[in-house]
């Protein structure tokens, strides 16, 4: 198979590799990066590309300039979230603040997911995580109508305990769920409520919780910019002798 040659723009190339040996610890925390002739000598290109490039990732939270001194890479870590579970709000750093609450024609695959029948509808509420007051994530959870209506899930209000609490108090608790995880441009929407620097791509979490029975009770879509995760998955493999 032929190689695919990369097309995008010289300093988002430039700011990809970059970008590469920041998140391989290669250029770490508080690390001078080379001078910008040295860079424009590295890259062959003009001290405007390379201006570009340093910009992008300033504005991604990677790098900081340093008034007659240079360009550093900050000591930013990035959120490092177990895929199986959702952040905790903690007071003073992370803190949800519900959007809005209505009752619509969920999109297909959450259709799918919930296992609802043609032209049902569901509760849905969306909400958005801020971390010291900037926004991280848009979370939109959908639930059966006929489960959630006329409940708190279906208030414009927070539930005391939140969501899972709602449900098994409601019957449904929570046995097991599913994660498909995928990564993306972000629509004009998510780039304007994130705040996402220019040519930032989003992870899409779709998330279906299973109460008894195997009976999908809740399907949440969860939005967040790329640049700032990672996403861990830990599992214990036990051996055949154990």
């Given at each position: 198979m032929p190689r695919v040659r990369d097309t995008r723009p010289r300093h988002q190339q430039i700011a990809a590799e970059l970008r590469d040996l920041i998140m391989r610890g290669e250029l770490g925390p508080g690390m001078q990066?080379?001078?910008?002739?040295?860079?424009?000598?590295?890259?062959?290109?003009?001290?405007?590309?390379?201006?570009?490039?340093?910009?992008?990732?300033?504005?991604?939270g990677f790098l900081d300039?340093?008034?007659?001194?240079?360009?550093y890479v900050r000591d930013r870590q990035p959120f490092v979230i177990d895929a199986s579970t959702y952040i905790t709000p903690e007071p003073g750093r992370f803190h949800y603040r519900l959007l809005s609450v209505d009752s619509v024609a969920p999109p297909v695959d959450v259709v799918d997911a919930l296992q609802l029948e043609p032209g049902a509808t569901a509760i849905v509420r969306a909400r958005i995580?801020?971390?010291n007051d900037q926004p991280v994530e848009?979370?939109?959870?959908?639930?059966?109508?006929?489960?959630a209506a006329d409940t708190g899930l279906a208030k414009a209000a927070k539930i005391r305990g939140g969501a899972p609490q709602a449900l098994a108090d409601l019957g449904f608790a929570q046995q097991a769920f599913t994660d498909r995880i995928s990564a993306r441009p972000p629509t004009v929407q998510e780039a304007e409520e994130l705040e996402l620097p220019e040519g930032t791509p989003v992870i899409r979490q779709l998330r279906v919780i299973y109460s008894h029975n195997d009976r999908p009770v809740e399907?949440?879509?969860?939005?967040?910019?790329?640049?700032?995760?990672e996403l861990l998955y830990h599992q214990t493999v036990r051996n055949e002798s154990d």
């Open positions: 990066l080379p001078s910008t002739a040295q860079l424009v000598e590295r890259y062959g290109t003009a001290n405007a590309t390379i201006q570009h490039a340093l910009k992008a990732l300033k504005d991604e300039s340093r008034a007659g001194k240079g360009v995580l801020l971390h848009l979370s939109a959870s959908y639930y059966p109508t006929e489960i399907a949440s879509v969860l939005i967040k910019g790329a640049h700032l995760y």
